[in-house]
């Protein structure tokens, strides 16, 4: 199978082909796994982390790509429930324990033991990959492939932090970054709400105009005072700046929910203008999202389809990975990216 894999951890600027196509034997399903033939990969910045070694995987070489979307090739031993030819998705989440005190409670996404695709096991930069039956989520009916690629991650990731941001009908939103989690929660919203009050924060003038296009209520700079203080701020960026000046947007009781898996180092002494009175007092909440549960990505996937939410996607060949993830890293696109795997 084709295949491109990570074999080594740098900067990007010092690895602007971080990597390598490759030519890999077919992965075989073990018990309770199933083989997926990938028709579609999403690109997150999750993999940029992986890459410049902010969040390493546990080995070299691996198969980045956590938003896989593909048809059932074959299953293993013991796997009920799903057949050949079914269209599922790969998520962030490739397994949890099941069993522990986080997982009983519903909170895989917390378990000690939970694995990630693509990080800690092959992912879907690939023509073929395997995951457990169990942690296949099937795709709706109504959703084509290039769509639901971002749901499984930058949507599902969003519909967790929209959750932990308490946020209700007549209560005001802003969004800090506004890439693919950050405009699929701006649809979320309005699709839920189309009176709902959000208001964005990006750095470059594309993204603004393209939140203004798709319902935002005021687009602004980093930098920028919102219109009126919000109840609650998502933040979707690899920076620090934005936590510091997202909390001098909040309200009284409002609340930051820090939507990032690691945070770039660049611009750290950005913590250093945090000040109490400005920033934090008045009982202002931070919280962070962590990973996400099989529920999340569903339930996720079935409000897009009862919404008819669609993400705006720019599509890469398999072979110009590479190029995706410069161009990820780089900023000012619109929406998602995705790699077409198949030919």
Request: aromatic letters at 4%.
């Amino acid at each position: 199978m084709r295949a491109m894999t990570l074999e080594r951890l740098a900067p990007l600027r010092d690895q602007p082909s971080p990597l390598r196509p490759v030519i890999l034997p077919d992965p075989v399903p073990a018990a309770g796994e199933i083989l997926i033939r990938v028709g579609v990969c999403g690109i997150c910045h999750t993999e940029l982390d992986e890459v410049e070694g902010r969040m390493p995987p546990p080995r070299l070489p691996v198969i980045p790509g956590h938003q896989a979307v593909g048809r059932v090739e074959a299953i293993g031993p013991g796997v009920a429930g799903v057949r050949p030819g079914d269209r599922v998705g790969a998520s962030w989440i490739h397994s949890a324990c099941g069993t522990c005190s986080s997982c009983r409670a519903g909170r895989e996404n917390l378990c000690p033991d939970f694995r990630a695709t693509g990080r800690d096991a092959d992912g879907g930069y690939a023509e073929l990959m395997t995951i457990p039956a169990a942690f296949a989520i099937p795709i709706p009916e109504g959703i084509g492939d290039l769509e639901a690629a971002p749901l499984l991650c930058a949507g599902a990731i969003g519909w967790r932090s929209l959750q932990r941001s308490g946020h209700a009908p007549g209560k005001s939103l802003g969004l800090t970054g506004f890439g693919a989690s950050a405009h699929l929660v701006l649809q979320t919203v309005l699709a839920a709400d189309p009176e709902a009050q959000v208001f964005v924060f990006a750095r470059g003038e594309e993204q603004r105009r393209f939140a203004l296009s798709l319902g935002a209520a005021w687009a602004g700079d980093t930098l920028d005072s919102a219109p009126r203080p919000l109840d609650a701020v998502i933040d979707t960026t690899p920076a620090w700046t934005p936590v510091v000046e997202a909390l001098r947007n909040l309200a009284p009781g409002g609340r930051l929910v820090i939507n990032a898996i690691r945070k770039e180092r660049g611009d750290q002494e950005a913590l250093l203008r945090l000040d109490y009175p400005a920033h934090l007092w008045m009982e202002k909440e931070i919280t962070s999202v962590a990973n996400v549960t099989r529920a999340d990505v569903t339930e996720f996937l079935a409000f897009a389809g009862r919404a008819r939410l669609r993400p705006v996607v720019r599509v890469y060949p398999l072979a110009e990975a590479n190029r995706a993830l410069g161009d990820l890293k780089g900023g000012g696109h619109r929406g998602a990216l995705v790699l077409r795997v198949a030919d």
